[in-house]
């Protein structure tokens, strides 16, 4: 993955290639019942819908973020990111696709009593071959207090 700054901007691109054996390892599998623990993927390209880790998959990512300070609006963020990939392999011998693209919207409350709580939306389209097509549109809120 490469990471450029300036100023307010962000951008990145990578590229990222599973081996054509197995999907990518993911711990703590065997359960998944009710009480079971689950599984993280400590991978970037492990988003909010898709997964771009199966067997095969060669998947290049791109993402570009804006900081709104430069526009006299302190505490507002976007980014938006696109991830495609090809090559997944199955076991009908087909080589499938998939894409996602991620927006995120983010703000934290400058001023007054709320001073500090963040609102985020996530807006995320992902289309592909292997699961099924989902739009997804998520709202969080999140306040962080100092222990220290």
């Not at 983010?106 to 939306?121: A, F, M």
């Not at 998520?138 to 100092?146: F, T």
């Amino acid at each position: 993955m490469h990471t450029y700054f300036r100023d307010v901007h962000t951008s990145n691109s990578g590229y990222q290639r599973a081996s054509d054996d197995s999907n990518f390892v993911q711990p703590n599998q065997n359960g998944l019942g009710e009480d079971d623990g689950g599984a993280a993927v400590y991978l970037y390209t492990d988003r909010l819908v898709g997964k771009f880790n199966r067997a095969g998959e060669n998947t290049k990512y791109g993402t570009h973020g804006y900081d709104f300070i430069a526009l006299g609006i302190p505490g507002l963020t976007t980014s938006i990111s696109y991830y495609g990939s090809e090559g997944i392999k199955t076991a009908s011998g087909r080589d499938e696709n998939e894409w996602a693209r991620d927006l995120f919207v983010d703000y934290v409350i400058q001023h007054g009593p709320s001073k500090g709580v963040g609102l985020g939306w996530r807006n995320i389209m992902y289309r592909g071959d292997i699961q099924r097509d989902q739009d997804d549109n998520r709202l969080i809120i999140n306040y962080a207090i100092s222990l220290l």
